[in-house]
């Protein structure tokens, strides 16, 4: 198995670090995460308690370096970049971000210009993610984007004119009316602009949403499964051809262009998140043998209160034991181009689980759902049909790792 030199250095002490930026200029009818719109005058106290909440966090985990440093949202390009370079400085004062850290933006293409981009170059920002969605008007009239496609056909070439030598792209799919070769012509016109990294969304419904509702009216119409599985085979195949290479279900990366903070969740590293509704994560709290984790309360206002006060502005924790542990490593690391190493799977869950997960990879593979060689010590990897099915043979692993031995 390609060993990743982060995950090594993650235990001895680096940790990634994510910055939640709650703020939009709109909210997209899809859209279940903790955002808030029209919240603009609040952003200055915001990002004051952003940077005392990573005083505190560092405060409780003790000497630790920043691996990597993410600011999502949201709209984190919101920020002005005298913000973004706060937040990092912030970051850097009780965290040292080390050499080489990759530093990520979640960028909208209808918020940046070229200067924009070239100053959150100068405030330290090394990688941006364009939330492009779609190249077409159709696509992002359908999802709701607040920017048209000349701006985001322009975002890729003014990042790279800014400065950026690491630029991914998100698209999503399945969206209302999408037909194949829509789907195509997104793939080859956002693959033409040069991208590092392309992240691909099937869009799903959430309950909480304008696309929720329109469902429970039976107003929302789309793609079917089986076109959806042909739009993601497409889309590898495509991502191929333009030289990006999947490792992981949903990501493609130019060889050495791979996330490196999204790797970190994938691996089971430290995260400390700050910001409302934000999630972390530490493998050696505890004390169950699965790690703490913890999220943050959501509302901003409320969530600033509590930072301001001095206290930690978590809402919950769960400390997890070895069985859930097990199953986060089947989830995680099956969506993994490496997959699951059985060897390590069994160093950390013992023997007994560890005939259970074989057990059921041999059942899945004679579905086609996964690839593990017969030999000892070879990883499960899901294959293609794996991969559009990724849900269900997960959930045929938990089951196995819960029921008898
Ligand atoms: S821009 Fe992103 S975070 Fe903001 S509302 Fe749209 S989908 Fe949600």
Redesign the pocket.
Known sequence: MKVNPREGEAAAGAWGVYLHVPF?????P????N?R?GHDALIPRYVAALAAEVRLRAEAIGPAVAASVYLG???PSLLSPAQVAALLRAVDDVLPIRGGAEVTL?T?PGTVDLATLAAFRAAGVNRLSL?V?SLGWDGLRA????HGPEEAIRAVPDARAAGFDDVGVDLIFGWPGQTLEAWRADLEGVLSLGPDHLSLYNLTVEARTVFGARARKGTLVLPGEPLQAAMYREACRAARRGGLLRYEVSNFARPGREARHNRLYWTGAPYVGAGAGAHGFDPAAGGRGGGRRWWNEPSPRRWCALVERGTLPEAGAEDLDLAQAAVEEVLTRLRTAEGLDPGRFEARFGPGPALRLRRSADRLRERGLVASPRRAGAAVRLTEKGVILGDYVVSEIAAALDGPP
């Open positions: 939009c200029r709109k909210l997209c899809y859209c279940d995460f955002v719109i949202g949201g709209t979640e909208n939330g969605q999802l709701g984007r607040d």
